[in-house]
């Protein structure tokens, strides 16, 4: 366990992450005090909370340690106003990771990140040693080790804005799922946000496990790579139903719950990177797996229309691979909050797959005229008007996609919160 002995540590944020890093730093023997830009009254036991922080009192601290939420943009004035004076700057799982004694495989991507956390979790569990998923999914890693009972092997999640603040480190095997444009409301420039997800290989040697899209252009890496693509041939590769280890059967996707290519190069990743994992084991694994809600979910078949619930598509990308799996004629509904990202580079894919564009929320109107020389487009402020939009357009047949291509936080709180409303209204319809 990490020895913080009288060394003074800030929190910034007083969410779940920070919440978990400030017990974790209390039990490691600091003087902790987390900061909040609102209410920091739910506070762990022994640790002081400051509300209403600014910038302004970040300048008059001066600690041992900052440690800050990923909610809170790591080069803006407030956290750097705290880290001017500081020893050194970390995130939720620098801190947690340090105090963690068993095996670490991490796992990022723009999209896909969820689904491979679950599998590598199952599979793992699988060849008979336990395993937690942590991080950007489920419970902070700092929960984990503050449970006293450590897994064998933790899948760990990592988001940009995690990886943004890691600095010691150094995962046993590496994920690394695809990659496309996001996030752009919080990173000036594509390239940056490239920048913060390729930092999960900086502290990697030679002989650590580097699992890899085919294609993905990382420049020079250290690691033993293995390559996976339900495209091309690679490692790990999808012919039919079937994955393929090198020229070996492995699993095929009708013994599992998963779906579509995307789903596909998730399990391909995942079966990679597990060290003893068999076809047995896997197919055993995976009999009874359920894909996470809200990733291209069938929420009901109403008069011969097929309703998805793809919540989880906010990006681009996302978008981009729901459209790619779908076989009938498809009526999108698509909008949410304006995050700065350029949609024309799916217009083939929208003329071909797409025959009515509904498009609601804050960036509901821009994409309704940027394609309504293209296809049929229709644009309404909510997301109640888009299904009922969408059940007029569909003829039997035919597919409703709720694939939004963007964050959900103008209208809702995140997108569980869209994809269940998605699904209670399109109960009501019945």
């Not at 995050?339 to 109107?365: N, R």
Request: with cysteine.
């Amino acid at each position: 366990m990490l020895n913080l002995t009288g060394k003074t540590v800030a929190i910034l944020g007083a969410g779940r992450s920070g919440r978990a890093a400030a017990a974790l730093a209390y039990h490691c023997g600091a003087l902790v005090t987390v900061y909040d830009a609102g209410e920091a009254s739910r506070v762990p036991a022994g640790c002081d909370g400051v509300s209403n922080a600014t910038a302004e009192v970040g300048r008059s601290v001066i600690v041992d340690l900052v440690v800050t939420s990923p909610g809170i943009e790591t080069g803006g004035g407030f956290v750097q106003a705290f880290a001017e004076g500081s020893g050194a700057l970390w995130g939720e799982i620098e801190l947690a990771w340090r105090c963690y004694p068993g095996r670490t495989i991490a796992i990022t991507g723009t999209n896909g990140k969820t689904t491979t956390t679950e599998l590598v979790r199952e599979l793992v569990k699988a060849t008979g040693r336990s395993c937690v998923a942590c991080g950007n999914y489920g419970v902070p890693l700092a929960e984990v080790v503050l449970s006293g009972e450590f897994p064998d092997v933790i899948a760990l999640e990592l988001s940009s804005f995690q990886l943004e603040t890691i600095d010691a480190f150094k995962p046993d095997a590496v994920i690394w799922l695809n990659f496309s444009a996001d996030h752009m409301d919080r990173y000036a420039t594509l390239e940056e946000y490239r920048g913060a997800k390729l930092r999960i290989f900086r502290n990697c040697d030679m002989t650590t496990p580097l699992v890899i899209r085919s294609g993905e252009n990382l420049g020079e890496l250290k690691g033993l790579q293995v390559t996976f693509s339900s495209e091309v041939e690679a490692d790990w590769s999808l012919r039919g139903d079937m994955i393929y280890k090198g020229k070996s059967p492995f699993v095929a996707l009708s013994n599992t719950r998963l779906r579509g290519s995307h789903n596909a190069e998730d399990l391909m990743a995942a079966c990679a990177v597990v060290d003893g994992l068999t076809p047995e084991l896997a197919v055993s694994a995976l009999k009874d797996y359920r894909p996470p809600a809200h990733r291209c979910e069938v929420v009901g078949i109403l008069d011969g229309v097929e309703y998805l619930n793809d919540s989880k598509a906010t990006n681009l990308h996302a978008l981009e691979s729901a459209l790619k799996s779908q076989v009938r004629p498809t009526v999108l509904l698509v909008g949410g909050k304006e995050k700065g990202l350029d949609y024309q580079p799916l217009a083939a894919l929208l003329s071909e797959k797409v025959i009515q564009l509904v498009s609601f929320g804050e960036i509901g109107p821009a994409l309704s005229q940027a394609f309504s020389e293209l296809l049929p487009c229709q644009s309404v402020s909510t997301l109640r008007e888009a299904v009922a939009a969408a059940q007029k357009a569909a003829p039997p047949g035919s597919t409703i996609l709720l694939s939004p291509g963007t964050s959900s936080f103008d209208q809702f709180r995140g997108y569980e919160e869209r994809g269940e409303a998605f699904r209670s209204l399109v109960l009501d319809l019945n």
